[in-house]
């Protein structure tokens, strides 16, 4: 079973910039691929970014592109969210994800979850 941990969520004016990470342990052979997921209160869970362990390949939501990167450390297990500019708008507990394709994590397949981080971006 996969185990996904992520840390550095927090509080930040818009404009600001916060670095996510996610801990990976328990991978498998099939856990080829991680992303990241928003969700506000009262709202639903989102698509936000993905990657591909080898080869790198990424997918970006519309809403975050050119603002958010995801960066991966094959040697650390980590994967990261780097958020920039951000916007009130971007308020949400963020997830990280596991599955077995970026491609599949853009359209909300998900092997496993990570608890959630809270980011939090004031006007």
């Known amino acids: 079973q996969v185990q996904l941990v992520e840390s550095g969520g927090g509080l930040v004016r818009a404009g600001g910039s916060l670095r996510l990470s996610c801990a990976v342990s328990?991978?498998?052979?099939?856990?080829?691929?991680m992303g990241w997921f928003r969700q506000a209160p009262g709202k639903e869970r989102e698509f936000v970014v993905a990657?591909?362990?080898?080869?790198?390949?990424?997918y970006t939501a519309d809403s975050v592109k050119g603002r958010f990167t995801i960066s991966r450390d094959n040697a650390k297990n980590t994967v990261y969210l780097q958020m920039n500019s951000l916007k009130p708008e971007d308020t949400a507990v963020y997830y990280c994800?596991?599955?077995?394709?970026?491609?599949?994590?853009?359209?909300?397949?998900?092997?496993?979850w990570g608890q959630g981080t809270q980011v939090t971006v004031s006007s």
């Open positions: 328990g991978r498998t052979s099939s856990s080829k691929a």
């Open positions: 990657i591909e362990w080898s080869g790198g390949t990424t």
């Open positions: 994800a596991a599955d077995t394709a970026a491609s599949r994590l853009r359209v909300g397949m998900v092997d496993s």
